[in-house]
C-alpha cells in the first residue's frame, strides 16, 4: 500500500524538477549567468512567498484522508470545497502583493543594483499571474491524495508541464521574451493544470457548485485555520532560512523526489491507519515503522544517483564557471539526501498525526542552526561550500527531531491513551 501510493507520487513530484531543469537548460542556452542568476533568485522568492501561504496541501490531505477512510463522502467533499475557497482568496491576495511590490519583494535575496535583477524582475511579476492557479492545484492534488489516488494528480501534472516544456523554446526564443519567456510558459501550465483539476474533482463528486460557490462557516475553517498557522510558522522559519542562503549565495557570486512523495504518503496513510475499523494507534505506528525504513533506503538510491549525475552538469550551462561551482553542492546535496529521506518520512507521520505545533517548533530550531552556519560561513569565507553545510545543519538538527517525536512523544503519547482507556 505505502509504495501503490508513493510510487506514483514519486513520478509525479519527479516531474516537477525535470521541468525545472528544462527552464535552466534553455536559459543557460541564453549564454548569460546573469540570466541563470536572476531566474535563480526570482523562483526563490516566489516559492518561498507562496509556500509561506500555501498551507493548505499539508492540512487538507489528512482531512479528506480521516472522512474518505470513515467513508463519509460528503464530509471529504465539504473539506476539499473549503479548502478551495481559502486558496481562491489567499491565491488573490499572494497575486496582488508579488504583482505591485515585486522590487521589494525581489530585494529579500537581491541587492538594488545587483546585475541580474534586470532579469529577475520581468520574470517575478509574469510567475505572479500563477499565484491563484498553482494555489489551488495544490488543493485538486491534496483532494486526490486523500483518498489514496496518485495516479490522478501524476496524469495532470505529465499534462500541463508538457505545455511549459514545448512553450519554453517557443517564448523565450521564436518570439524573443527570453527569461520573460520562461516564466510565460510555467503560468500557462498552472493554469491548465488549474481547470484540469477543477472539472475532474467534479466528475469525482469531491467538489459541488453549491459548495464551492457558499462562503463556509468559521466553525468548519477553524481546523484549517489552526493546523494552518502551525505550518505557516513552519513555512515562514523555513523560507526564511533559505532565502538568507539564496542572499548569501548571491552576495558571493553575484552573476552567478522520490522523498518528498513519501512525506505525502505518511500524511495519508497515518490517518488512514487510525480512523479505518480495525485500526487505531499501534496499526498507524507500524505503518510510521515501515516508512522511516523506507525512507532511509530511497535516500540512499537517490544519494548515489545524484551523485552518478555529477557528469551532466554540462548539459545545463555552456559557462566553465557556472559548471564549476555547481559540483560542491550537488556532491554535499548527495550525501544530504540519506538523511533527507527519513526527514520526509518522519514530517509526514508528524502531518498525519496532526502535530502541527510541534512541526513548527522543529522547522524554527532547524532554521536556526542553517542561519548560525549561514553567519558562520560568512566569517570564515567558506563560499558556497559553507552554504550548503549550512543546508546540511538544518537536514540534521530535523533528523533529530522526527527521530525524537517518533520514538519517544509518540510512544509516550500511546501510554498516556492507553492508561486514559483502561480507567474508563
Not at 533568485?41 to 516566489?46: D, E, K
Not at 498551507?55 to 460528503?74: C, E, H, I, R, W
Not at 505525502?264 to 525504513?293: N, W, Y
Amino acid at each position: 500500500q505505502i509504495i501503490g501510493i508513493a510510487l506514483p507520487s514519486a513520478v509525479n513530484l519527479l516531474i516537477i524538477p525535470l521541468v525545472s531543469a528544462v527552464d535552466t537548460y534553455w536559459v543557460g542556452q541564453m549564454g548569460d549567468a546573469l540570466a541563470l542568476a536572476g531566474q535563480g533568485a526570482a523562483n526563490q522568492v516566489f516559492s518561498s512567498i507562496f509556500w509561506v501561504i500555501a498551507f493548505l496541501p499539508s492540512v487538507t490531505t489528512p482531512l479528506v484522508a480521516k472522512a474518505a477512510a470513515s467513508g463519509d463522502t460528503a464530509e471529504a467533499r465539504r473539506r476539499v470545497c473549503e479548502a478551495a475557497f481559502l486558496a481562491s482568496v489567499m491565491g488573490l491576495f499572494g497575486a496582488l502583493m508579488l504583482g505591485f511590490f515585486t522590487p521589494a519583494f525581489l530585494s529579500l535575496v537581491l541587492s538594488p543594483d545587483a546585475p541580474a535583477r534586470a532579469y529577475a524582475l520581468p520574470y517575478l511579476k509574469i510567475r505572479a499571474l500563477s499565484f491563484v492557479p498553482a494555489l489551488f492545484t495544490t488543493v485538486g492534488f491534496a483532494a486526490f491524495r486523500g483518498v489514496m489516488d496518485t495516479v490522478t494528480p501524476l496524469r495532470v501534472s505529465l499534462f500541463s508541464n508538457m505545455l511549459n516544456v514545448v512553450m519554453d523554446p517557443v517564448l523565450m526564443f521564436t518570439f524573443g521574451l527570453g527569461v520573460a519567456g520562461a516564466a510565460g510558459a510555467t503560468v500557462m501550465a498552472e493554469v491548465l493544470a488549474g481547470i484540469t483539476y477543477l472539472v475532474l474533482l467534479f466528475r469525482r463528486q469531491l467538489m459541488s457548485r453549491s459548495s464551492l460557490l457558499a462562503v463556509p462557516a468559521m466553525s468548519r475553517l477553524l481546523p484549517l485555520l489552526q493546523g494552518g498557522a502551525a505550518i505557516q510558522l513552519r513555512s515562514l522559519a523555513l523560507n526564511s532560512a533559505f532565502v538568507a542562503a539564496t542572499r548569501r549565495a548571491q552576495e558571493i557570486d553575484p552573476l552567478g523526489v522520490a522523498l518528498f512523495a513519501l512525506q505525502s504518503s505518511a500524511s495519508i496513510l497515518i490517518p488512514s491507519e487510525r480512523a479505518r475499523k480495525g485500526g487505531g494507534p499501534a496499526a498507524a505506528r507500524a505503518v510510521a515503522d515501515r516508512l522511516l525504513m523506507l525512507g532511509l533506503c530511497l535516500g540512499i538510491v537517490v544519494g548515489c544517483v545524484q551523485f552518478a549525475a555529477l557528469p551532466l552538469l554540462s548539459a545545463f550551462s555552456a559557462l566553465p564557471e557556472v559548471r564549476r561551482a555547481a559540483v560542491t553542492p550537488v556532491a554535499i546535496a548527495s550525501i544530504m539526501s540519506v538523511t533527507a529521506g527519513v526527514v520526509f518520512a518522519g514530517e509526514g507521520i508528524m502531518m498525519g498525526r496532526g502535530a502541527w505545533g510541534a512541526l513548527a517548533k522543529l522547522t524554527g530550531l532547524s532554521a536556526t542552526a542553517m542561519v548560525i552556519g549561514l553567519q558562520l560561513s560568512r566569517r570564515f569565507d567558506l563560499g558556497l561550500t559553507g552554504v550548503w553545510l549550512s543546508i546540511s545543519a538544518f537536514n540534521l538538527v530535523n533528523l533529530g527531531g522526527v527521530l525524537w517525536h517518533h520514538w519517544v512523544t509518540t510512544r509516550r503519547e500511546m501510554a498516556e491513551e492507553a492508561t486514559a482507556a483502561a480507567t474508563k
